[in-house]
């Protein structure tokens, strides 16, 4: 993967993409993602913002904890610059268009705060809650 076939993917699953090689914005069931690539560390991540930090209480961080454990499967959970995000992160060289494709586990994750806290429809059952 590179950033020039990451911009067609991207045109792929938004007809309306706003940005450049190493940062694009486009919105997939009316979410806002983010893709940021940075091709010397070879890493990509997507992301949207689900709820603003300060929302968050000492529980709901315990719940989005377990969540990323068996739950949110490729995308996860996370805390950056006052907002709770979730995010898919991968190597920039070895994503493949499938993986790319899965966008949809981030939108689906940030859909689901505050329900079911999943990314599909899979949960993986190695854990107890």
Do not use: C
Not at 35 to 64: F, G, K, N, Q
Request: charged share 25%; net charge negative.
């Amino acid at each position: 993967m590179n950033s020039d076939r990451l911009a067609s993917l991207i045109r792929v699953v938004s007809k309306e993409s706003r940005g450049e090689p190493g940062y694009w914005s486009f919105e997939v069931e009316k979410r806002e993602l983010v893709v940021i690539t940075d091709e010397a560390a070879d890493r990509m991540r997507i992301m949207t913002p689900v709820v603003e930090e300060s929302a968050l209480s000492s529980e709901d961080l315990r719940v989005l904890l377990a969540a990323n454990f068996d739950r949110a499967l490729d995308a996860r959970y996370a805390v950056a610059r006052g907002y709770l995000w979730s995010v898919f992160l991968h190597p920039l060289t070895t994503l493949t268009d499938a993986q790319f494709l899965g966008v949809e586990q981030v939108v689906k994750l940030a859909q689901n705060y505050g329900t079911s806290y999943t990314s599909s429809d899979l949960v993986f059952q190695g854990s107890q809650n």
